[in-house]
């Protein structure tokens, strides 16, 4: 692991907050700032987007372990671009925001029995998985 990745690692605390969801209070735990501005901000900042990106990657699988029937199935993730784009559109339409709001976002799309259907306003692509599916 990259020095900066470590460094940035250390340097994020992370906090508990309530979020609603379907009528329950959620705790999730996230970044000191984990507001769309900041997302935005590290445009350009691969180490930075790096963190990110792992966090919304545990952030699904946790979603997955407590759901099992309604999981977003391996190959429905997107890659890193992807999710980079979806982010980025969500924090452009919503920049009051979270960018946890677009996790959210991204797992009611991609979970199954799924509600919608990302369209070309989201962009999501298939991210493929060294992990073998049963």
């Known amino acids: 692991m990259h020095a900066l990745v470590k460094s940035g690692l250390l340097v994020i605390m992370l906090q508990s907050t309530a979020v609603l969801s379907q009528n329950q209070q959620v ?3 996230w970044f000191e700032d984990a507001s769309c501005a900041a997302w935005t901000k590290s445009a350009g900042n691969k180490a930075i987007r790096a963190i990110y ?3 919304i990657r545990g952030f699904v699988s946790g979603h997955n ?3 099992p029937s309604r999981q977003v199935a391996l190959g429905q993730f997107p890659d890193s671009s992807g999710l980079h784009q979806h982010l980025d559109q969500y924090c452009a339409e919503n920049p ?3 960018f946890i709001g677009g996790a959210i976002a ?3 799309a991609l979970r199954t029995p799924a ?3 990302p369209t070309k306003k989201s962009p999501v692509k298939a991210e493929t998985s ?3 599916q049963k």
């Open 27 to 29: 705790n999730v735990l």
């Open 53 to 55: 990106e792992a966090w």
């Open 65 to 67: 372990y407590a759901n």
């Open 96 to 98: 009051n925001s979270s």
């Open 106 to 108: 991204l797992v009611e």
């Open 115 to 117: 509600r919608t259907v």
């Open 130 to 132: 060294a992990v073998p």
